[in-house]
């Protein structure tokens, strides 16, 4: 036996592995029945999330639903605003004012009067411009603006026209012939209004389910006998031009400048000077107000006669005196009766009014001959005016 087998050798302790850890079967029950419960609580409280923003979308949606609806009955407001204070503040007083605007006590006032009116409706339409509609609504503003364009165009023109119609001018029967055109684009809103923009509102307002609003009528032209040019002459002159068709009338035109007293100048206090004829020189201090003189004026014929017109010129040689010509117009006149007609002389509103002050002028005082009227030489005369300041 050697050495080496002798002896204790060595032992190495083999252990059989540990089994791993085994978890206690109920804890195992109980953390699968954690998990269920935490799921089960995230789906609620998604759901509840889920409830929320169904609920905020639904009442959002409310919102912008009840606003829609009231952008649409605004809309039908304010139209129904513009078409019932145009009515009031605009068509009734301009037809007003403009029907026997030359019987009227001041012809001449009328087409201010009516600048007025035009001034309101272009607001009326300038405000219709700048509204901010609901997308139901942009037909029914399309046409609505466009009417109200019209309408403004047309009141423009007629008041443009009007002085020329109360004159008896060549361009008058043209002026009556305009004002009846400026008529038919009226009536041209009537019914773009009456087919387009009423039932267009009225259809956007049933499609959204509105009820219990009504839009008004719109009837800006009184009625279409304004659409002849006869009617247009006869209801702002209170006669036919016989350019126009109107029966000339019979018997003797004429007038006259009476005599003596034919021309006079009148006071701050109104009271009348007349004017002496011949070579005596009337001499009159300057005012800004300017000086007025009264032509005395006999209508001398057998026949009623309107829009009479009379006139003051200057003259003077090697001097423009164009500045100081003025005009004025007689409604009407009938015979054997006297009317007076002022016009007011301004020389200090011509270019040069030192040329004028201080030198005697030749004024030449005229009623205008009537077509047919003979005798003429009674319808002018004449005396030297000197300005002084």
Avoid at 46 to 74: C, D, T
Avoid at 169 to 192: C, F, H, P, Y
Avoid at 349 to 369: D, G, I, K
Wanted: hydrophobic share 40%; aromatic share 8%; with cysteine.
């Amino acid at each position: 036996m050697s050495f080496f087998d002798e002896g204790d050798e060595p032992r190495t302790a083999i252990r059989p592995p540990k089994p791993p850890p085994r978890r206690p079967a109920g804890r195992a029950r109980r953390g699968t029945a954690d998990d269920r419960t935490l799921l089960a609580r995230r789906a609620g409280a998604a759901a509840i999330v889920l409830v929320v923003l169904i609920g905020i979308v639904l009442a959002v949606r409310a919102v912008l639903n009840h606003q829609a609806l009231q952008g649409l009955k605004s809309y039908n407001t304010e139209v129904k605003g513009i078409v019932v204070n145009e009515l009031n503040s605009v068509r009734g007083p301009f037809f007003q004012a403009l029907d026997g605007s030359y019987g009227s006590s001041n012809p001449t006032e009328v087409p201010t009067t009516l600048q007025g009116y035009v001034s309101v409706e272009a607001g009326y339409y300038h405000q219709a411009e700048g509204w901010s509609v609901p997308a139901q609504m942009v037909g029914a503003q399309t046409y609505f603006v466009e009417a109200l364009g019209l309408r403004y165009e047309a009141l423009q023109g007629i008041e443009t026209e009007l002085p020329k119609v109360l004159g008896t001018g060549s361009n008058q029967t043209e002026a009556i012939r305009l004002v009846a055109g400026d008529m038919e684009k009226l009536l041209s809103s009537d019914v773009m209004y009456a087919d387009r923009v009423k039932p267009l509102i009225a259809q956007a307002l049933a499609t959204a389910g509105i009820t219990g609003q009504s839009t008004p009528n719109s009837a800006f032209l009184p009625d279409v006998g304004w659409l002849q040019p006869t009617t247009v002459g006869e209801r702002i002159l209170g006669f036919t031009p016989t350019s126009l068709g109107g029966t000339p009338a019979t018997g003797t035109p004429g007038h006259e400048l009476v005599t003596p007293g034919g021309v006079s100048v009148e006071a701050s206090n109104g009271t009348t000077t007349a004017l002496s004829s011949g070579t005596t020189v009337n001499t009159y201090a300057y005012t800004p107000a300017g000086i007025t003189f009264v032509l005395n004026v006999l209508n001398s014929g057998t026949i009623i006669e309107y829009a009479v017109q009379t006139k003051i010129f200057f003259s003077k040689v090697g001097l423009n005196t164009s500045c100081l010509k003025r005009t004025s117009q007689i409604t009407e006149t009938k015979p054997g009766i006297t009317y007076l007609s002022s016009i007011v002389i301004t020389p200090a509103t011509c270019p040069n009014p030192s040329a004028f002050f201080n030198v005697p002028l030749r004024m030449t005082a005229e009623v205008v001959p009537l077509p047919g009227e003979t005798d003429k030489a009674n319808n002018v005369q004449t005396y030297i005016v000197e300005f002084t300041n």
